[in-house]
């Protein structure tokens, strides 16, 4: 088994020699990347170095580059899901986060089985079909089984045509056998965010616990990937270093699961750092990413890995989640609660809170702008359900037409089932026209079939994939 204990696929010296020459770079070279990066091929650390320095039109004429690749491998679709936190106990010491152990401002709490079963229905009632299980670094009685146990509850939970059709899960990183029973329990993406790939940076804002073991951390997507889970998402938290040095760091890790996996990392998050409550540090980052780095960073990794799915998550103000959409970003979390017991109105608790989140419009609201600013929401899950994980998904991933007719099509059936079972008004006539729309852009024989299939959904039949 490829299974590492080390990290030491974090190459400090290559991401330094990068930045070095990278700041050298004159516009040619920075052309010259762009060019590369239509081609959807990907960027190499030097190059993504180099594209780091594209100011003024040349920004411009990156972002233009990241807009094309983006619509070229996943068209217009915005796939939309829900975390859902179930607890908030937690037994590490990140001084960033609200959550850690020794802050007593904060009341923990997690859901029983029944709790989770109920959130679960409240968000099949509003249309999701993936969920993110999120749990603090701790469980009930020390018990991992909790988190298997969850994952079953939420599958098992429906209501009406409703159901979640994936799990995905951000827990603490388990171990080989664990990942082998969350494999069992049809997890979808395993994520996890390494945070900062900066060593020293990492052991002074991770005090204590598991987590303070930086090798344990960036070895996980190892254990997860040699137990069988073919599909993790990875992410730093912006603004506790350098996001230059943050954005390499993470390509270097990307870049050795290929080589050791042969595929890479289903999806990267972009999280930056935000308030919390009890946290000093996360109210005044020492590396804070401005909006305009922000929206860099965004398209800079659309072009490095183009076919990774990028995540932008509630804690991003509506407008630049906005401009994050045109420039790469293919999945959201939409109308999201950071709070265990968030999604029940009646029992709204800000003392159990994780962090602040930028964005809290419900999801009708958020569906309806993605379909008034071009996009389709989409609440896809058929990759996990036939197969296509992993090396198969990454596959499919490098034939674009492939990806963006699949895409494409089941956009439209679950955007229509989320019409028919879910929405009114404003945001039923958005969507309903988004669907005209792309029926009209489509040849005749892709339009004649992807009719068809909008047809059983009117007639009623749910969950019509390809
Ligand atoms: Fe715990 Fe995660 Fe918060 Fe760290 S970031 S204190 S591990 S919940
Ligand atoms: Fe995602 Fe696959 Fe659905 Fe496309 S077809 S939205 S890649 S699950």
Not at 15 to 39: G, H, N, T, Y
Not at 256 to 266: K, N
Not at 299 to 309: C, M
Not at 339 to 346: I, K, R, T
């Amino acid at each position: 088994m490829n299974i590492k204990s080390v990290a030491d696929f974090i190459d400090e010296h290559e991401i330094e020699i990068a930045l070095k020459q990278a700041s050298r770079a004159d516009r040619f070279m920075v052309r010259d990347c762009v060019e590369k990066a239509l081609s959807m091929a990907g960027l190499t650390l030097r190059e993504t170095a180099v594209l780091m320095h594209a100011d003024g039109e040349l920004r411009e004429e990156m972002y233009e580059a990241a807009r094309a690749v983006k619509h070229g491998i996943y068209g217009s679709r915005v796939v939309l899901f829900a975390p859902l936190y179930i607890s908030n106990l937690c037994t590490n010491e990140c001084s960033y986060c609200a959550l850690r152990n020794e802050n007593k401002e904060v009341r923990r709490r997690w859901f029983s089985q029944e709790e989770i079963a109920e959130q679960t229905r409240i968000l099949i009632e509003q249309g999701y079909k993936r969920v993110m299980l999120v749990a603090g670094e701790a469980y009930p009685k020390n018990d991992f089984q909790y988190v298997l146990d969850s994952i079953a509850t939420i599958y098992a939970t429906k209501s009406g045509n409703g159901e979640i059709r994936r799990v995905h899960a951000n827990v603490a990183p388990p171990t080989v056998e664990q990942f082998y029973a969350l494999r069992e329990a049809n997890l979808g993406v395993y994520q996890c965010f390494q945070e900062s790939y900066h060593r020293p940076t990492y052991a002074a804002v991770h005090k204590s616990g598991k987590k303070a073991d930086f090798d344990w951390r960036a070895t996980v997507m190892h254990r997860a990937m040699a137990s069988g889970i073919g599909d993790v998402g990875m992410g730093v938290l912006y603004g506790l270093y350098d996001w230059r040095w943050e954005t390499l760091a993470l390509l270097q890790h990307i870049r050795e699961l290929e080589r050791t996996f042969g595929v890479g990392s289903h999806t990267i998050s972009v999280p930056r750092m935000e308030p919390a409550v009890g946290s000093a540090v996360a109210a005044k980052p020492t590396h804070a990413v401005s909006d305009d780095d922000f929206l860099k960073i965004v398209a800079l990794l659309r072009l490095a890995v183009p076919y990774t799915g990028l995540v932008m998550s509630t804690r991003e103000p509506a407008e630049l989640r906005r401009k994050g959409l045109g420039l790469g970003v293919s999945q959201m979390s939409a109308g999201s609660h950071t709070d265990p017991g968030n999604y029940s109105e009646h029992e709204i608790d800000h003392d159990a809170g994780k962090l602040e989140a930028g964005d809290h419009r419900p999801l009708n609201e958020i569906v309806r702008e993605v379909a008034d600013l071009g996009f389709v929401p989409s609440f896809c899950t058929a990759c996990y359900r036939v197969g296509r994980t992993g090396a198969n998904f990454k596959n499919m991933a490098s034939h674009p037409h492939v990806m963006s007719r699949n895409c494409d099509t089941n956009a439209l059936t679950t955007l229509l089932e989320y019409l028919c079972d879910h929405s009114a008004g404003d945001t039923k006539v958005a969507g309903l026209h988004m669907i005209d729309m792309q029926l009209e852009k489509m040849p005749p024989t892709q339009k004649a079939f992807v009719t068809a299939m909008l047809e059983r959904i009117k007639r009623g039949e749910r969950d019509v994939f390809v």
